[in-house]
T-cell receptor
């Protein structure tokens, strides 16, 4: 069983600020890591994924993966009120069709 | 645009009744899942089907049973619901265990 923990539990930032979310996982053999966004009353939607150590940038999103420290972070540049949602970190295991989720970070971006 | 369709969106029932949730995906994916999401947004995998074969069956109560007629459909039946079954049930699909695509969820309230 993969253990995925996210921090902080909730985050409030002003519009235009950088939002930083953290996730730790329990097994360095984990295959890929995803970040999902979930708005109220909707299903989670994949935002960005990373497999290799280092960083990956897509638009306003940057994700950093450090397998040695079992840590991945998501940074949202120029945060907008529409970014307000729950962000879920998900980790998959090699040769295993299971994807494990963290318990989420509630992001609120205030205008 | 939604490509994983769940019905019903919302269901209220009494303890001891039977409930069924339906899920269909139009993405041509080979794997479908059922996740349970509690009030704290924690997602726990319940079942996973790959090409109609059950490949993951987490320890869920026996009153839960998945049913798949083909790789595009995965239903969930709950016999004799209990109060702790109140949650949002999320259906998802993926191609070879990669990015998950979720439906909007089926909220169950057991009174």
């Amino acid at each position: 069983q993969e253990k995925v923990q996210q921090s902080p539990e909730s985050l409030i930032v002003p519009e235009g600020a950088m939002s930083s979310l953290n996730c730790t996982f329990s097994n360095s053999a984990s295959q890929s890591i995803w970040w999902y966004q979930q708005h109220p009353g909707k299903g989670p939607e994949a935002l960005i994924s990373i497999f290799s150590n280092g960083n990956k940038k897509e638009g306003r999103l940057t994700v950093y993966l450090n397998r040695a420290s079992l840590h991945v972070s998501l940074h949202i540049r120029d945060s907008q009120p529409s970014d307000s949602a729950v962000y879920l970190c998900a980790v998959s295991r090699y040769s295993n069709n299971r994807i494990f989720f963290g318990d989420g970070t509630q992001l609120v971006v205030k205008p | 645009e939604t490509a994983v369709f769940q019905t019903p969106n919302y269901h209220v029932t009494q303890v001891g009744n039977e409930v069924s949730f339906n899920c269909k995906q139009t993405l041509g994916h080979d794997t479908m899942y059922w996740y349970k999401q509690d009030s704290k947004k924690l997602l726990k995998i319940m079942f996973s089907y790959n090409n109609k074969q059950l490949i993951v069956n987490e320890t869920v109560p026996r009153r839960f049973s998945p049913q798949s007629s083909d790789k595009a459909h995965l239903n969930l039946r709950i016999k004799s619901v209990e109060p702790e079954d109140s949650a949002v049930y999320l259906c998802a699909s993926s191609l070879q265990g990669n990015t998950l695509y979720f439906g909007e969820g089926s909220r169950l309230i057991v009174v």
